[in-house]
């Protein structure tokens, strides 16, 4: 049965083939964004069949992933270049790991649309790429368009005396296909549930980590605040059913030692999760991803290697043991649980990363109408600026948990609507205080 595009799919698809634009598509994690690559290759092929197609992943596991969901084409349509599994046979249509792509661009034919999937990953070798291939049209695809070293996706000049935030620029134009609120409200994507430690003083330690806290400093936190404690307690009060069976898991560490600490503190506590990571054999990860979707095991701990193109609708509990610090990173974490499915994914962030990413107006950013992502670059400047005014936005997010919470619930369930009561009830507190204040100053001067 074919697929059918949905509204805002095909919108995205329209805007694309009646232009010459080289475009970047955005769109959550499970919107379909190669859905959408594939149908804008299928009408580009069918308009000019001069044209050729070559379509780049940044790692081996989704070109399985892309040829299993193909709808428009068959597996049989495209060659593959993949290190020693390569077999180019004088196709249209090829997919290419990008790490084995630069050893084969003498032998891709002329009148390439190129698209690259994931391409806020690695971003100076796909321009690399791209000037070396010369294709006639170029698309990118990601859940995230913003970049932590502030550098833009958007072709442009920069003046001598300014920033190189466009050195390695790709794009004329910028689409968001949809934004998460809008595909939650839809039913694309499940609601989220977030739950976060409130005592951490994280924004105290000044990491020598770029996107997230070192293997040390993380260890250091999990020590001094016993959040070993916390991987079972939360996973039998948040990831247990009405029915007593527990929710699919996903763990998050940045280290394979901690993956395993993480899985055996599990496993001792009667549940049973596998370790994966980037050592682990490609057949064995089938396999545990398999086990975890039809639930012979409890769930998977990770190390660093499911951040993207992971699919696995089943993933209906997430808990991190890593302190985030780049947005892109968080998101794309947090987007491994959001694809439909289920009613709601629980979402248990040990160490706090939220508060590198709350504002003044939301705990969770992407819960706003207005939430963007800077695709155009950001200079050293903004960077610092918007740090602090995060900062600042933790802690009075701190101080607003900790004031309606009693202090011994250091795990609290973070969301919009919870901080909005939060707030009517911190105000008629201080009203009463400030009443009895009078009253107690009345008496002291009648």
């Known amino acids: 049965m074919k697929k059918e595009l949905r509204d805002f799919q095909l ?12 475009i970047l598509i955005s769109a959550p994690t499970g919107c379909g964004k ?11 092929s069918q308009q000019n069949e001069d044209f050729n197609f070559l379509f780049v992943v940044p790692r081996i596991i989704l070109i399985q992933q892309f040829l299993e969901e193909l709808t428009a084409f068959k597996k049989s349509d495209f060659d593959i270049i993949q290190a020693e599994n390569t077999k180019l046979s004088g196709k249209r249509f090829i997919l290419a790991s ?9 032998k891709l034919p002329d009148n390439l649309i190129m698209f690259i999937d994931e ?66 409200n839809l039913g694309y994507l499940c609601q989220l549930k977030y739950v976060s430690r409130n ?32 991987l079972i307690k939360t996973y039998k009060r948040y990831g247990k ?58 769930g998977l701990v990770n190390a660093d290697l499911l951040t993207y193109g992971f699919n696995c609708p089943e993933i209906s509990y997430i808990f991190s043991c890593r302190h985030i610090m780049s947005k892109t990173l968080w998101i794309q974490m947090v987007g491994r649980g959001l694809r439909p499915g289920k009613a709601e994914l ?20 992407f819960e706003a109408d207005s939430f963007t992502w800077n695709y155009n670059g950001m200079t050293s400047f903004l960077k610092r600026k918007n740090v602090q005014e995060k900062r600042e936005a933790a802690k009075i997010r701190r101080e607003l948990y900790k004031y309606v919470f009693n202090e011994s619930e250091n795990l609290v369930l973070i969301n919009q609507e919870n901080r909005n009561r939060y707030m009517l009830e911190l105000i008629k507190k201080l009203k009463n205080e400030n009443n009895n204040l009078r009253k107690v100053l009345g008496e002291q001067y009648e």
């Open 34 to 44: 190669t859905f959408i690559a594939e149908m804008i290759m299928n009408e580009l």
């Open 11 to 22: 919108k995205v698809v329209k805007k694309c083939i009646n232009s010459n634009d080289d």
């Open 346 to 365: 629980y979402f248990i962030d040990h160490t706090d990363s939220i508060s590198e990413f709350s504002n003044a107006y939301y705990d969770i950013p």
């Open 199 to 230: 005592d951490l003083e994280t924004l105290d330690i000044k990491s020598k980590g770029v996107e997230e806290f070192t293997e040390e400093e993380i260890t250091e936190l999990f020590e001094k605040y016993n959040i070993w404690g916390d």
């Open 241 to 298: 059913n009405k029915d007593g069976t527990f929710k699919p898991a996903l763990g998050f560490t940045n280290t394979v030692k901690m993956a395993e600490k993480v899985a055996n503190i599990f496993n001792e506590a009667g549940f049973d999760f596998k370790v994966i990571s980037g050592k682990t054999p490609l057949k064995e990860r089938y396999e545990l991803i398999e086990q975890t979707k039809n639930g012979s095991i409890n």
């Open 119 to 184: 391409v806020h990953e690695g971003l100076k070798q796909s321009f690399k790429l791209v000037q070396k291939i010369k294709p006639v049209r170029l698309f990118g695809l990601t859940a995230t368009p913003e970049r932590s070293d502030g550098l833009s996706f958007m072709k442009g000049i920069d003046l001598d005396n300014e920033e190189k935030l466009h050195i390695y620029g790709l794009f004329d134009k910028y689409i968001n296909a949809i934004s998460i609120k809008e595909a939650q």
């Open 98 to 106: 990008k790490d084995s792509l630069d050893n084969y661009i003498e």
